[in-house]
């Protein structure tokens, strides 16, 4: 116990003995609740970083605060939050030394998660070590299948590789059902763990649903160019094309396959698909493009979260950022449940709750978000979310996907 | 027919590696400093272009009337003020190029912090030219063949202003011997930072013709200062005719591997090459033994 503490209990415990008080004031509330956080700030991926997941963190610090805070029953009172932050430089090491000295030195109540699947995987057994209860929002690994139960502290919250997959492979299946589609299909990765991991769990999916898969091939991360791939894949004319890719590349190849006249009739990008940015350099040509992790603009709630976003930041919101704000709530709604920074309950919770958030619902099946959004479309100009086609909110399937005009 | 596309489009790609080095080739040929912020005016030459036709609604080309004279000034003051010092200090090019690189490397985090405080990190991307033309049966992107033909209209203007001006001969004489030249009377500190500056701009006029075809971000300039660095070895320090040449063999190259082989191996390819060169020819494919 450090030296303030110490007097504010004292004149807590002073208070209590003069004046008459119910017993649950008796014990006297924290001035706060301090969230730790450590993330890539600098370095190539602090900017997806800032963009995704601490403009949501500061936006969601600003909005509880304004509303007075976080209500902890037990005392009877709304207690602010505050944030400390660091900056890991995108080396998990030093993630890891950082997330000690946020535990053991700040003592925070609660840890946040930071970006890019090998960062979340690094901090999971820390956290797990010392029982603070995370949601991770940007991994996608096959390692969670495994590795998830072992870790009961850390929870998994966007669409994992198998679940950001099958969709798309049972689409593909129904199509060619009703005889709309042939079922040839190309699929094209960039040769990192992403890609690879989610172009197997496809072939997986597409095996078992009895697709012809025509061209499957991966080409390097970080090309300059990718039409001769483009090419390839026309040569072999399939009718719905798969890019497992991220968002240098997502852009590229939606740019080259305008150049090249490829129409493929169902037609799927993935990272960078659903950014803002991709529908300001393509226009409406972005319609009936599938998309991977998007979040659905007609949730309740959203107009008014796009509209403090625009406010505090002066720039849209990300919509593949929605899950971390909604991991933010569920967290808030978690502790205010328990009504006390007790992390054994709150993980408790956190794990047998249903929980409404701006992402849409969200319950974890061991640890792993049981529903989350997997698939977007863009149509009319504006990002849908598809699949999971039993989630409320999914829109039917734009199809087939109009040519480029 | 397909090959024929793919050493086309291998062609185009490796414009634009020529057309992305020649103003490191400047600076580090002629005014003898390795520029690590080099990338960051390339970065800047691509936002310049980016607010010109998305915000402004013009056409990005204007922009270059904008980014050019920018890149042009800092780079002069770049030269003038934090460079002078460390040539005057330093006693021989090892030394020289030590500092050099140190200081460059702090202008790099400088530039590209200003470019998040300011842009942020978001990707960003335009479409300008993203029309195909048909030549001889194969089908090319106009933007990517725009930047092409702009980087060799830029070298050979550079070419012509290095073999038949006075001032082209004072540089090309700095670059053979830049102690020798000032005997004979050359302000090597003016040309120099004259080179200096002019190879700043060429990385903004290079960003603004990339950007028509290749999604960017505020860090994006570090991984085109090393784009360009091979192609600079590859060419040889200094001649800058031989960067286009060297950008085309790494283009063709990378392009035609890749597809015959793998095209996972593009890059491998392009390594490949670079040490390969480094070990036959460690002087560059373009210099005279």
Redo the contacts between chains.
């Keep these: 116990m450090d030296r303030r503490t110490f007097v504010k209990g004292s004149a807590a415990v002073v208070g209590a003995a003069t004046l008459p008080r119910t017993p649950a004031q008796a014990q006297a509330a924290p001035d706060k609740i301090r969230f730790g956080y450590a993330i890539t700030q600098s370095g190539p991926l602090g900017p997806g970083a800032d963009s995704t997941t601490v403009s949501n963190y500061k936006l969601w610090n600003k909005l509880v605060n304004d509303a007075g805070g976080i209500m902890l029953k037990k005392f009877g009172k709304k207690v602010p939050i505050e944030m400390v932050a660091y900056d890991d430089q995108g080396k998990p090491d030093e993630l890891l030394k950082l997330t000690e000295r946020l535990i053991q030195q700040d003592k925070v109540d609660m840890v946040l998660s930071p970006y890019a699947t090998h960062m979340n995987l690094a901090q999971a057994p820390i956290i797990n070590k010392y029982e603070y209860p995370v949601i991770m929002t940007t991994a996608t690994t096959n390692k969670t299948y495994e590795l998830g139960p072992r870790w009961p502290y850390a929870f998994w919250n966007i669409a994992q590789p198998r679940e950001a997959s099958q969709p798309l492979s049972k689409a593909i299946a129904d199509l060619k059902k009703q005889g709309k589609i042939k079922g040839r299909v190309a699929a094209i990765y960039p040769s990192v763990e992403y890609g690879v991991e989610n172009n197997e769990a496809f072939l997986e999916a597409a095996k078992k649903d009895g697709l012809e898969v025509v061209f499957n091939k991966s080409y390097a991360f970080g090309a300059s160019d990718l039409q001769p791939l483009i090419r390839e894949v026309m040569a072999t004319n399939p009718d719905a094309f798969l890019a497992f890719s991220y968002p240098p590349d997502t852009f590229m190849l939606t740019e080259q396959a305008q150049i090249l006249g490829f129409n493929p009739q169902f037609m799927y990008v993935a990272i960078g698909g659903v950014f803002p940015q991709y529908k300001d350099k393509f226009g409406n040509k972005v319609n009936g493009i599938l998309v991977y992790g998007p979040s659905d603009p007609k949730a309740p709630g959203m107009d008014e979260y796009a509209k403090a976003h625009r406010d505090l930041f002066k720039q849209e919101y990300e919509p593949g950022g929605v899950n971390v704000y909604a991991a933010l709530q569920l967290t808030q709604q978690a502790i205010e449940t328990v009504g006390e920074i007790d992390r054994k309950k709150i993980r408790d919770v956190i794990a047998n709750t249903t929980f409404k958030t701006l992402w849409g619902e969200i319950k974890y099946v061991k640890q792993l978000n049981a529903n989350p959004w997997a698939v977007g479309q863009w149509q009319n100009g504006e990002l849908t979310v598809i699949y999971p086609a039993d989630k409320a909110g999914a829109k039917p399937l734009l199809f087939p996907k109009p040519a480029w005009s | 027919m397909?090959l024929f596309?793919?050493f086309l489009?291998?062609l185009?790609?490796g414009g634009?590696y020529g057309l992305i080095a020649l103003g490191l080739n400047l600076q580090y040929g002629v005014a003898r400093i390795l520029n690590l912020s080099y990338g960051e005016f390339f970065m800047g030459g691509a936002f310049t272009a980016f607010f010109t036709i998305?915000l402004w609604k013009l056409n990005p080309l204007l922009s270059l009337f904008v980014s050019l004279p920018i890149a042009f000034v800092i780079n002069w003051l770049i030269y003038q003020y934090l460079m002078i010092p460390l040539v005057r200090r330093a006693a021989d090019q090892d030394a020289l190029d030590a500092d050099v690189v140190l200081v460059t490397f702090g202008l790099f985090f400088v530039f590209q912090g200003l470019a998040?405080v300011n842009w942020?990190?978001?990707?960003?991307?335009?479409?300008f030219l993203?029309?195909?033309v048909h030549l001889v049966g194969a089908?090319?992107?106009f933007n990517r063949l725009f930047a092409f033909l702009a980087a060799c209209a830029l070298a050979f203007a550079l070419f012509l202003v290095l073999r038949y001006t006075r001032f082209g001969t004072a540089l090309r004489a700095m670059t053979i011997d830049p102690v020798a030249a000032s005997l004979v009377g050359i302000d090597v500190r003016k040309f120099s930072a004259l080179a200096f500056a002019a190879g700043g701009a060429l990385a903004a006029a290079s960003g603004m013709l990339v950007s028509t075809?290749?999604?960017f971000?505020?860090?994006i300039g570090v991984?085109y200062t090393l784009k360009a660095l091979i192609v600079v070895i590859l060419a040889g320090v200094g001649r800058v005719t031989g960067t286009l040449a060297a950008g085309l063999v790494l283009g063709v190259v990378?392009?035609v591997g890749?597809?015959l082989v793998?095209?996972?191996?593009?890059?491998?390819i392009n390594f490949g090459l670079f040490m390969l060169v480094l070990l036959l020819r460690p002087t560059g494919l373009f210099t005279r033994a």
């Excluded at chain 2, 942020?120 to 479409?127: A, Q, T, V």
């Design positions: 397909i596309e793919v489009g291998g185009l790609l634009m998305m998040l942020s990190g978001d990707l960003r991307g335009y479409s993203s029309s195909p089908t090319v992107a075809f290749i999604s971000s505020s860090t991984e990378e392009s890749g597809y793998d095209p996972q191996l593009t890059i491998a």
